[in-house]
Structure formats: structure tokens, C-alpha cells
């Protein structure tokens, strides 16, 4: 599975962005699909994730009620809808694939091991 994630940019504190995973060789619908993005001299950390039927979707304490996930099968594409931004919301942004569907059973969906496909990252700047 190739996953090509794109939308980031620079926005200002309060502002929002929309990034998007494109899958560009395989379906997506039987995966569960996870954000995790990456600070400077931080760890990779999960975002949230969102199950392959679109009926589960877990977020991070940090984004929680600021950012929504969702999917579109038939277009093979994830969205991350941001809003509220931070400045502590600047890193690069990934998306990724779970063949073993953690998000749908609820275990180990924050888990980077759990996700065995990865796109590369698109770059989010907030400006305070």
C-alpha cells in the first residue's frame, strides 16, 4: 500500500487545515487508517485513527474536540480536519495503515507497530 499524505502548510494560531492520505496502488476499505505526527526532537505520537468501516475513531488527548477524522473509501483518502491550531500542533503529519484493524477492536490503535504501511509526512507550521 503506498499512502501519500498532502494539504500541510503554514496557518496561523486558531486558524485550520485539512491534510489528506491518498492510498495510490491499493484499496483501503478493509484498513484501519491512523494520523501520528512528529515534533523536532520528539517522538512520532499518535493523532488518532479512524476504523476500516468509518464506525470507530480514536483520538489523542491533545487533539481531542479540535480534530476529526474521516474517510472516504471509494477515493482511497483520510482526511484530518484541524481546527482550533497551536503552536504545539506544529510537526510533520503521517498517515498510516493497520491490517489488523486495532482501531475497529479498540486495541493498540495508538500503537506506531500496530500500523504496517506509511506515507511520507507533510509538514504543518503554526505561527503564534
Known amino acids: 500500500v503506498q499512502l501519500q499524505a498532502s494539504g500541510g502548510g503554514l496557518v496561523q494560531a486558531g486558524g485550520s487545515l485539512t491534510l489528506s492520505c491518498a492510498a495510490s496502488t491499493h484499496t483501503i476499505s478493509s484498513l484501519d487508517m491512523g494520523w501520528f505526527r512528529q515534533a523536532p526532537g520528539k517522538e512520532r505520537e499518535f493523532v488518532g485513527s479512524v476504523s476500516w468501516n468509518a464506525g470507530s475513531t480514536r483520538y489523542a488527548d491533545s487533539v481531542k474536540g479540535r480534530f476529526t477524522i474521516s474517510r472516504d473509501n471509494r477515493k482511497k483518502t483520510v482526511y484530518l480536519q484541524m481546527n482550533s491550531l497551536k503552536s504545539d500542533d506544529t510537526a510533520v503529519y503521517y498517515c498510516?495503515?493497520?491490517?489488523?484493524?486495532?482501531?475497529?477492536?479498540?486495541?493498540?490503535?495508538?500503537?506506531?507497530?500496530?500500523?504496517?504501511?506509511w506515507g511520507q509526512g507533510t509538514q504543518v507550521t503554526v505561527s503564534s
Open positions: 498510516a495503515a493497520d491490517r489488523h484493524k486495532t482501531t475497529y477492536y479498540g486495541r493498540a490503535y495508538s500503537t506506531k507497530a500496530s500500523y504496517e504501511y
